[in-house]
């Protein structure tokens, strides 16, 4: 399931998420003249990667629900989206069509949620957009940060696992995102995370959330990485 945040703040936008792979198993029980079907959640690994950034266009993109496609992890087929069907010059409103259409089309009834973050150039200005979308759920994509009135405004989008995000974010006592600088929007996604993992190590059910936490910074500028899961050996 995992869980995805996004913060859009005047300066920047903030893409993080944990590393936690899980599959779903399901199993059928007889209990007495009834069978029954039992679903299980297993992780199968503390290191994926939730939060990918585009090389050819400078966007970003953040997913959740279904770990695996054709029993590859969904960001292989991001990569592959990347090789095989961007244009240099597809903005960012193009780019999260054609993503929705590649997952869908990558198996039958693939559930894939995301988030889609970046700029895009009007004139000499560069204008932040946040999309969200899903599969199955959402499967038209939604603008986040722009207001019915048409100006764009700031605050944090959460997707996955949010039951703990969901009692961490009071909307009556929301941060000032029109005032706060990139660190502390950096600092506000981990926080909503590492809080979701601390959480969930207490609460008696299947710990969807976990694993490193993945930090993505987007400017006008381009994409970097603020926090990311290093590859090592065995021995550390």
Known sequence: MSLIVTVYVPSGIVMAADSRMLVRRSEERTEGEKTVRIEHNIVVSDNANSVVPLRSVPFGVSLY???LIAGQP???HIQRFEADD????????ATADK???FLQGRQANVSVGMHVAGYRKQG??????????????ETTLRRVNLSEGGEVRYGI??????SVANRLIDPKSLPLFAAMPIQDAVDYAVHIIRTTID?????????TVG????????TPEGTRWVQRKELHGAGG
């Open 86 to 93: 961007i244009d240099p010059e597809d903005d960012i409103d």
């Open 157 to 162: 989008v959460r997707a996955g696992d949010v």
């Open 74 to 76: 969904v960001e292989s």
């Open 199 to 207: 959480t969930l190590r207490f609460e008696p059910r299947p710990p």
């Open 99 to 101: 993503l929705m259409a």
């Open 124 to 137: 000499r200005t560069s204008i932040p957009v946040v999309l969200v979308g899903h599969t199955v759920k």
């Open 211 to 218: 694993g490193p936490i993945d930090v993505l910074a987007i």
């Open 65 to 67: 629900d279904q770990s």
